[in-house]
C-alpha cells in the first residue's frame, strides 16, 4: 500500500509491507507507540528537506517502508528509509556526553 503526506515540511511516501500476522491487543498498543516513534524519528532526522533532497539528485518525495514478517517464534519490523543515514560518529558523541554527565552528577 502506497501513500503520500507531507510532514514537517517534507515529502514522504508511505509503503506497507505487512504480512497477515496476529498479535495481542496489549501487544499492539506497545507496538504502535514504538512504530509512531520511528516513524516520526525517521521524518524528523533521516528524511532531506525536498530542496536538498533534489540538491542530492535524489526525488524530491521521500519513500519510507514499513516491513512486518515473522520468522520461528518471532515478529520482525523494519522501518526504512532513503534520507541521509545515521550519522555514527554523532550518536557516538551525543552518548559520551550523556554518560559523562551521568558518571559526574
Known amino acids: 500500500m502506497f501513500q503520500e ?3 514537517n515540511q517534507k515529502k514522504v511516501s ?15 498498543e506497545i507496538l504502535k507507540d514504538i512504530l509512531v516513534h520511528l516513524v516520526k524519528n525517521s521524518i524528523a532526522h533521516g528524511i532531506e528537506l525536498p530542496k ?6 535524489k ?5 519510507l517502508t514499513i516491513k512486518s514478517y515473522t520468522k520461528g517464534n518471532y515478529i520482525y519490523l523494519e522501518v526504512i528509509d ?24
Open 52 to 57: 536538498i533532497r533534489k540538491e542530492k539528485g
Open 5 to 7: 503526506a507531507v510532514f
Open 82 to 105: 532513503d534520507g541521509n543515514g545515521i550519522d555514527i560518529e554523532k550518536v557516538r558523541k551525543k552518548a559520551e556526553k550523556k554518560d559523562s554527565k551521568i558518571l559526574t552528577h
Open 14 to 28: 508511505f509503503n506497507t509491507e505487512v504480512e497477515n500476522t496476529k498479535i495481542e491487543k496489549e501487544d499492539a
Open 59 to 63: 526525488n524530491e518525495i521521500g519513500n
